[in-house]
């Protein structure tokens, strides 16, 4: 003979309708039928639940899943998120200090100092020709070019980190306005 079920196994199996369902978790019948839907909930019977099944698969749905399921969760779309604003926020940070600047800013600066280089050497066979043509002696004109050819690199060398600034500068002024 069958041994009689204690309380407690009895409220194991006890069986809920959707809307008795819906009023224990603070949803709506038609939210119930959406998640049974979704394979989320699963029924017995034609609208009946198992209760202790029923609530425990709500909230593993509620707090995003197991962790070793590998599908995304919600918490780990808001930590992601979180991560995000907090990477934007010390990158801003380190532009306002002047430490990190806007690669249109850099960008703009390098090509500054390159179109003034390429200014200056291809103004060397001009400037050059005449001392050169007088002097026949071959160290003196490498000499000569060399000393030319180096004050034309320091173009390069001047590097002005206030051009980076002043460029951020106007890029902000030009998004205020």
Known sequence: MAKPKTKLEQQLEKEVSTSELGAIIGKTPQWIRQLTRDRILFQVGRGKYILVDAV???ILYASGGKEEDNKPRLVDHKTEHERIKTEKASL????MRGELHAAADVEAVMNDMLIS????????????GPKILN???????????TEEIRTCLTTLADYDSDA?????ADERRSEED
Request: charge should be positive; avoid cysteine.
């Open 56 to 58: 425990q698969a709500y």
């Open 164 to 168: 980076f600034k002043a460029g951020a």
């Open 135 to 145: 002097n026949s002696s071959l160290p003196s004109v490498i000499d000569i070019l």
């Open 92 to 95: 801003e940070l380190a532009v």
């Open 117 to 128: 280089l390429r200014s200056r050497l291809l103004g060397l066979p001009n400037k050059m």
